[in-house]
C-alpha cells in the first residue's frame, strides 16, 4: 500500500476504511471489458463488410448496449429524490440510567450516513418543492446498524399504518396525466386531507414555513413515533428523538420555494456540497425526550399517537449528542440510491412502543427495498453494510457477495458446534422487551384522544408569529386554491375552521368559497419552540451576490469580503458578463456569475456594489431587478456608497435592513448582522 492511501486510512473512521476496499479508481487506467479484457476499439461496432450488418459476435458491443440498458432501478416508492452524505455522530451526556444502547455511551463517535429526502416528488423533481421532508440517519455501531428515519416535523398525517398507501396515492400526481408533479396543490391531496381529519394536524406543518426549508443545514428532524429506552436492568421508558440543527430553523417564502425549484431545482444539494466544500460542517444536537412508564397516561394526548407532539414545555428535550456532516458522497448511484433504511435496525437499548404507525412501519421498508433490489442481500451493499460483525445462516439469493465456506448452515447444529452462536442479552444478544399484552382481537384505535384532531393543530396556530400566520395562510390558499372542486374547497375551510376561525374565515375568503360554519376548539396552550422566529440566527454561511460592474470601490469592496469571509459565506461575483471587472483603485476581480445565470431568490442577500458597464441601461435594470426581489423577500441588502441610487426611497418603505455604507465606518460590521436576522419582517 501506497504511503498517501496508509496516511488517509489512519484517518479514516470504521466505515470509511470499509468503504475503501470497494472504491475503485478508473481514471488513469487502460479501458477494459467488464471481465479484465482490454478493448482495442470502443467507437465503432463490428460489422461484415463496411456497409453490411453489425456481427452477433461483436460481444464488446454487446455488453455495452445491454449493461447501459440496465442502469436503472426502480426509485424508492416515496422519498424517491434524495441525497446522502457522511458523518460522525458523538454521544456527550450519559443516558445510562434510561438506555444500554453503546454509541450513546459519552465519547463514543459512531460513523453515519445521512439521506435527505423529498416524500412525493420523483428522483428528477426539485428540492424546494412544499413537502415532507425526510431525515435517515444510519448510524454504523459496533453493535450493528441503527437506522433512525426522520422527518422535518413532529407529526405524522396519519395514526394508522393502514392508511399509508392512500394518503400516498393522494399526495403523488393524479393517475392518469401523472400531473401535477412534486406539489399537494391539487384536487386529490385535499379530497384526502378533508376525508381523514387525524391528517389537519401534519398539513398545518407541512403548509407552515418548515414545509419550505431554506437548507438541509437549518431543518429539524423528528423520528416522530415513541420508541422505548431499555437500560440494563430492562427498565423501560418512553422517547422521542429530535434533531437540532446548530443554525436554526429557517425557511424559504413560497414564491422563493416555487422560483427556485425552477431556476435551480438542485439547490438543497448544492447547498450541502457548497457547505462540506467549505469546510463548513452541518451540525445538529441530537436530543431526547423522555416519559417514565408510570406515566404514560399523564398528558392530554396519548403517547402512543404520532399525529401529536409532545410540547418541550411539558417534556423538556435533553441534549445527548451531536452529529456533524463532513464528507460528500463518492457516487451518487451507489451510496444514495443503494442506501436502504428500516425502522427496525435497532441496536440493544432502544425498542418499538406499541404506536400503531411504527408497528406498520417495522415490516414495511425491508418488503420495499427487497422489490427495489430485486434480492434479499441489499444489505450487503457496501453502503448499507454494518461496520460490525455478520455471522448468520441466511444464503444465496441474487448477486450474493460473500463466499459463505460454512457446511453447516443451519441451527441448530452439532457439527458446528451450534454456531453461529446465539448471544445472551449480557453478552450484547439483542433482546424483546417483555411488555405485558391484553386485550382483545380489535381494529380500535389505542384510545378516544386520536380522535382529538385539531388541539394540538390550534396550539400551532398559536404559537406562530403574525409573519408566520400570514405565511401559513398564503401558502394555504394557494394550495388549495389549485384546487379546481368548489366542494373541497369548502370542506378544507369547514375542516380548518376547527382549528381556528379567523384563519378559516380568511382562507374562505382567498379561495372563493364561504366563510366557515364550525367553530375553533377551546384549546389555548402554546409552546415558544414552534415559532421559527425563536430559534438560532447567525449569518454564518449565508449566500450572498456582489453585483458590480467597472470603477467599484476597491476598498469599501474588501472590507466586505473580509467579513464576509469571517462567517464562512458563500460569495458570489455577479456582473454583466463573466469578463474581470476592475475597480477605480485598479484591483481586478473575476465574476463567478453573471446575471443571465444566477437569480436573486438564490442569494440570502445582495452587496450591490455597483460600477460602469458596457450596456449600462441592462446593468442597471438588472442590479433593480435584484434589489426589489431581495427588498421585497424581506433579506438584508448591503449599498455602496457609489450604488445609492438603485436605493428607491419612498414614503411608504421604511427601508429595514437595507445597510448603506455612504459615511458609515461600522458598514462591514453592520452588514453581518442584518445578514444574521435574515429576514426584515417590520419592512415595508
Ligand atoms: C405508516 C407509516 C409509514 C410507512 C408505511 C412508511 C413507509 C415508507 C416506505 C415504503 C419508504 C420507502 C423506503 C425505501 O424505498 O427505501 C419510506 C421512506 C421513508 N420514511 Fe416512511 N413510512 C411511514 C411513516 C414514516 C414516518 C412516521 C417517518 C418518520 C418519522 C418516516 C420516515 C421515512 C423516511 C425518512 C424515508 C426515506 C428513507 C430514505 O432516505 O431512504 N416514514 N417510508
Same mark, same amino acid.
Given at each position: ?25 478508473? *481514471?488513469?487506467?487502460p479501458?477494459?471489458?467488464?471481465n ?27 455488453k ?28 456527550t ?17 459512531t ?9 412525493i ?6 428540492? *424546494? ?30 395514526a ?65 413515533n415513541t ?6 436492568e ?6 422521542r ?9 429557517h425557511?424559504?417564502?413560497?414564491d %422563493? ?9 438542485d ?12 469546510g ?5 444536537e ?6 417514565d ?18 410540547p ?12 456533524t456532516l ?15 433504511f ?13 404506536d ?5 412501519r ?24 454494518p461496520?460490525?460483525? +455478520?455471522?448468520h ?10 463466499i ?10 452439532m457439527?458446528?458446534e ?10 450484547g ?12 382481537? *380489535?381494529?380500535?384505535?389505542?384510545s378516544?384522544s ?20 400570514q405565511?401559513?395562510v ?10 379546481? /372542486? ?7 375551510? %369547514? ?20 366563510p366557515p ?12 419552540a414552534?415559532?421559527q422566529?425563536?430559534t ?5 454561511t449565508s ?9 467599484? /470601490? ?8 473580509d ?9 458570489d461575483?455577479?456582473?454583466e *458578463?463573466?469578463?474581470? +471587472?476592475k475597480?477605480?483603485?485598479?484591483? %481586478? ?12 431568490t ?20 438588472a ?13 438584508p ?40 436576522i ?7
Amino acid at each position: 500500500m501506497d504511503h498517501d492511501k496508509q496516511d488517509n486510512q489512519m484517518h479514516q473512521n470504521k466505515k470509511d476504511r470499509q468503504l475503501d476496499q470497494f472504491r475503485r479508481q478508473n *481514471t488513469g487506467n487502460p479501458m477494459t471489458d467488464i471481465n479484465g479484457q482490454k478493448v482495442a476499439n470502443d467507437q465503432k461496432t463490428l460489422r461484415a463488410g463496411k456497409r453490411g450488418p453489425l456481427l452477433m459476435q461483436d460481444f464488446h458491443f454487446y455488453k455495452k448496449q445491454s449493461h447501459f440498458n440496465r442502469e436503472r432501478i426502480p426509485e424508492k416508492v416515496v422519498h424517491a429524490r434524495g441525497f446522502g452524505v457522511h458523518g460522525v455522530f458523538e454521544a456527550t451526556e450519559s443516558l445510562e440510567e434510561y438506555t444500554m444502547a453503546k454509541f450513546l455511551e459519552p465519547g463514543t463517535k459512531t460513523p453515519v450516513f445521512v439521506r435527505f429526502s423529498n416524500f412525493i416528488g420523483n428522483r428528477g423533481s426539485k428540492d *424546494t418543492a412544499v413537502d415532507i421532508r425526510g431525515f435517515a440517519t444510519k448510524f454504523y455501531t459496533e453493535q450493528g446498524n441503527y437506522d433512525m428515519l426522520a422527518l422535518q416535523f413532529p407529526v405524522f398525517i396519519l395514526a394508522d399504518a393502514m392508511k399509508f398507501m392512500d394518503v400516498t396515492h393522494a399526495a403523488k400526481p393524479e393517475p392518469r396525466q401523472h400531473m401535477p408533479q412534486a406539489t399537494v396543490a391539487h384536487d386529490n391531496f385535499w379530497d384526502y386531507v378533508v376525508s381523514n381529519p387525524e391528517s389537519a394536524h401534519m398539513v398545518m406543518w407541512v403548509m407552515s414555513m418548515r414545509g419550505r426549508p431554506r437548507s438541509w443545514r437549518m431543518m429539524e428532524g423528528y423520528p416522530i413515533n415513541t420508541f422505548r429506552f431499555i437500560n440494563k436492568e430492562g427498565k423501560s421508558t418512553f422517547v422521542r428523538f429530535i434533531w437540532k440543527p446548530k443554525l436554526g430553523v429557517h425557511s424559504l417564502m413560497l414564491d %422563493e420555494a416555487n422560483i427556485i425549484g425552477g431556476v435551480d431545482p438542485d439547490f438543497h444539494r448544492r447547498d450541502i456540497v457548497e457547505a462540506i466544500g467549505n469546510g463548513a460542517f452541518p451540525e445538529y444536537e441530537l436530543c431526547v425526550q423522555l416519559i417514565d412508564e408510570e406515566d404514560e397516561f399523564k398528558f392530554d394526548f396519548d403517547i402512543l399517537d404520532d399525529t401529536k407532539f409532545w410540547p418541550e414545555e411539558e417534556v423538556p428535550p435533553k441534549v445527548v449528542g451531536k452529529m456533524t456532516l463532513n464528507r460528500l458522497m463518492d457516487n451518487f448511484f451507489a451510496e444514495n440510491e443503494q442506501s436502504a433504511f428500516n425502522p427496525s435496525n435497532l441496536v440493544p437499548g432502544i425498542e418499538f412502543t406499541n404506536d400503531p404507525v411504527l408497528q406498520g412501519r417495522s415490516f414495511a421498508y425491508r418488503d420495499t427495498e427487497l422489490h427495489r433490489h430485486h434480492s434479499a442481500n441489499y444489505e450487503e451493499l457496501p453502503i448499507n453494510r454494518p461496520i460490525s460483525d +455478520v455471522n448468520h445462516n441466511l444464503r444465496d439469493s441474487y448477486l450474493k457477495y460473500p463466499i459463505e465456506q460454512d457446511s453447516v448452515h443451519f441451527h441448530n447444529n452439532m457439527q458446528a458446534e451450534n454456531t453461529p452462536a446465539e448471544v445472551s442479552p449480557e453478552e450484547g444478544g439483542y433482546e424483546n422487551y417483555p411488555g405485558q399484552v391484553e386485550g382483545h382481537v *380489535t381494529r380500535e384505535h389505542p384510545s378516544e384522544s386520536f380522535q382529538d384532531y385539531y388541539s394540538q393543530a390550534r396550539m400551532f396556530w398559536n404559537s406562530l408569529s403574525m409573519p408566520e400566520k400570514q405565511d401559513l395562510v398564503d401558502s394555504f390558499s394557494f394550495h388549495v386554491g389549485s384546487v379546481k /372542486n368548489k366542494d373541497i374547497r369548502q370542506k378544507t375551510v %369547514e375542516m380548518f375552521g376547527n382549528v381556528d376561525t379567523d384563519f378559516a374565515t380568511m382562507l374562505a375568503e382567498n379561495i372563493g368559497v364561504e366563510p366557515p360554519q364550525t367553530a375553533h376548539v377551546d384549546y389555548e396552550k402554546s409552546s415558544s419552540a414552534l415559532s421559527q422566529l425563536n430559534t438560532p440566527h447567525s449569518a454564518w454561511t449565508s449566500r450572498v451576490a456582489v453585483l458590480i460592474g467597472d470603477e467599484f /470601490n476597491g476598498e469599501e469592496l474588501k472590507k466586505v469580503l473580509d467579513a464576509l469571509a469571517g462567517v464562512k459565506a458563500k460569495v458570489d461575483i455577479v456582473s454583466e *458578463t463573466l469578463a474581470p +471587472v476592475k475597480g477605480s483603485d485598479g484591483l %481586478e476581480l473575476t465574476p463567478t456569475q453573471t446575471f443571465l445565470t444566477v437569480h436573486p431568490t438564490l442569494y440570502d442577500s445582495i452587496f450591490v456594489a455597483g460600477g460602469k458597464a458596457k450596456n449600462q441601461m441592462k446593468f442597471d435594470q438588472a442590479v433593480m431587478d435584484f434589489f426589489k426581489m431581495q427588498y421585497m423577500h424581506m433579506k438584508p441588502i448591503a449599498v455602496s456608497a457609489d450604488a445609492e441610487q438603485y436605493v428607491l426611497q419612498t414614503e411608504d418603505n421604511n427601508m429595514e435592513g437595507v445597510v448603506l455604507a455612504s459615511a458609515n465606518p461600522e458598514f462591514a460590521r453592520q452588514y453581518v448582522d442584518a445578514l444574521a436576522i435574515k429576514r426584515f419582517w417590520d419592512r415595508t
